[in-house]
């Protein structure tokens, strides 16, 4: 069973050394690290920046 919607961009928001697991292995995905550690997603971001952001995707959305 799948949870994601192959047919709708998904976006994954992590703040934690284990979420680089689903950056890697979500490579179709828009991967956003909150913090400045090292990471293998595409964008980070601090953590300020993180409600705001949310904010303007759900009014796009």
């Not at 928001?13 to 400045?36: L, M, Q």
């Not at 971001?45 to 759900?58: Q, W």
């Amino acid at each position: 069973m799948s949870i994601r919607n192959r047919n709708r961009p998904a976006i994954i928001i992590g703040d934690d050394n284990t979420d680089d697991d689903s950056f890697i292995a979500n490579p179709d995905t828009i991967t956003i690290k909150v913090g400045e550690e090292e990471t293998h997603a595409c964008f980070s971001i601090y953590y300020e920046s993180v409600r705001p952001l949310l904010r303007k995707l759900i009014k796009i959305l």
